[in-house]
């Protein structure tokens, strides 16, 4: 998964505490977005952004905010979070029109 | 809205013996078929996309992909399993004309788990 950076890979949060999610990709894409993948429910859309300065809401935005100032990163805020919001986060980018490249994950517990 | 159904949650196979994993989807519209692979603890990794053409693709690592439209199906195959395949394969669908990884995004499939025996 070259070109699509996500930090940090493992995280434990207590529950109301905030933390951000970086990615950043290096391929000049114009499209990224955020998904989680809980056990059992394949990869499901949080938030994604067709260029700096554009964010949209995908299926489960609740609990997260996000912001695109560059074209190359797109970190994801939880404010607040709390144990639902265990799960593993992937980044993705892609050029417009063309195939997906995702991020190596990043694994976040609330407890 | 679009849906993707992977109907095998578990998959056991013998090395050396063949796979097909199915994947079907529901778009009011051309899709754009994906199929990707993770293993434990990895992100995700294409094998292989149809955007349009030739309805039998083929991808990395041996495997290959055949749209069907009359049956809304997209499923992989491979001729002959290696242990090193045993991995989570997922199957999504994009809305067409697709726009990559924002605007529309992709909706998957909940996956399919291959196992190989020895």
């Known amino acids: 998964n070259a070109g699509v950076t996500q930090t940090p890979k493992f995280q434990v949060l207590k529950t109301g505490q905030s933390m951000t999610l970086q990615c950043a990709q290096d391929?000049?894409?114009?499209?990224m977005s955020w998904y989680r993948q809980d056990p059992g429910m394949g990869l499901r859309l949080i938030h994604y952004?067709?260029?700096?300065?554009?964010?949209d809401q995908g299926e489960v935005p609740n609990g997260y905010n996000v912001s695109r100032s560059t074209t190359e990163d797109f970190p994801l805020r939880l404010l607040s979070a709390a144990p639902s919001q265990t799960s593993v986060y992937f980044c993705a980018s892609s050029p417009q029109g063309n195939t997906i490249y995702f991020g190596e994950g990043s694994w976040l517990t609330v407890v | 809205a679009q849906s993707v159904t992977q109907p095998d949650i578990h998959i056991t196979v013998s090395e050396g013996a063949s796979l097909e994993l199915r994947c079907n989807y529901s778009y009011g519209a051309t899709p754009y078929l994906f199929w990707y692979v993770q293993s434990p603890g990895q992100g995700l990794q294409l094998l292989l996309k149809?955007?349009?053409?030739?309805?039998l693709v083929q991808g990395i690592k041996g495997f290959e992909a055949e749209f069907k439209r009359s049956q809304s199906s997209f499923n992989l195959r491979k001729p002959s399993v290696h242990w090193s395949d045993a991995a989570e394969y997922f199957c999504?669908?994009?809305?067409?004309?697709?726009?990559?990884?924002?605007?529309?995004?992709?909706?998957f499939g909940k996956g399919t788990h291959l196992i190989i025996q020895p």
């Open positions: 391929m000049n894409h114009e499209y």
């Open positions: 952004s067709v260029g700096a300065g554009i964010t």
């Open positions: 149809y955007f349009s053409g030739d309805t």
């Open positions: 999504a669908v994009g809305a067409a004309p697709y726009s990559g990884g924002g605007a529309d995004g992709l909706t």
